[in-house]
């Protein structure tokens, strides 16, 4: 895969020690979501320290007054792709909290592989604000591009998308269909099988997420 400078690859211990337990097949669907809600909380921490909306406030301290930076109130907007997206809102809402959340509801035609898209529901206002889209895995690439698509549709100018785990060619496809777009994923996979599934990967997030498998 090449470089792209719209992507970024962690490369954490703590995360990589995560992501090995999350890939295990007898992690159980609690400690399955309890890590991605903790590596989200990660993934989250660095991809926004350059890139939150911020204020001015003054704060007095026992001793004086000083001026200090602050998240500027209802700035951030999360939008999981359905439904294993939701799996990683708990993990942006720990720092966060009071973040509004969209939805986006996609799923994939198993014979031609491509998304289709069945639900959308957006926060009013959600086009002047940083929008965080998340989705475990970034396959095809297919979802992630048409969620972006809908998003600029709707007015959206500065979204991040975050994958735990990406394939090449997914990774690419959304780089180059959208290099306005920062991406943000925590390990880059092999490659995809012919049924477009993520190898090594960790089988399917979402039957792992709510115990559908």
Do not use: W
Request: negative net charge; proline residues 5%.
């Amino acid at each position: 895969m090449k470089d792209y400078k719209n992507v970024i690859i962690f490369d954490h211990p703590l995360i990589r020690h995560k992501i090995a337990i999350l890939r295990n097949e007898r992690t159980s669907m609690k400690e399955f979501r309890e890590l991605v809600e903790e590596i989200t909380t990660l993934m989250t921490y660095e991809s926004l320290k350059d890139g939150v909306p911020t204020t001015e406030i003054e704060v007095k301290t026992p001793l004086e007054v000083c001026t200090q930076r602050v998240v500027a109130d209802n700035s951030i907007v999360i939008v999981p792709i359905l439904r294993a997206g939701l799996g990683m809102v708990n993990g942006v809402h720990v720092l966060f909290p009071s973040a509004k959340v969209g939805h986006i509801g996609m799923y994939r035609n198993e014979e031609t592989l491509t998304p289709e898209t069945y639900y959308c529901k957006l926060p009013k206002g959600i086009e002047d604000k940083l929008v965080l889209l998340v989705d475990p895995m970034l396959a095809t690439g297919g979802s992630a591009c048409d969620a972006i698509r809908l998003l600029k549709d709707k007015g959206c100018k500065h979204i991040k998308f975050m994958a735990i785990i990406g394939a090449p060619e997914g990774i690419s496809k959304v780089a180059e269909t959208h290099p306005d777009v920062d991406i943000y994923v925590s390990t880059v996979d092999r490659c995809l099988n012919e049924h477009g599934y993520i190898l090594p990967g960790l089988g399917d997030a979402g039957d792992r997420l709510f115990g559908t498998k």
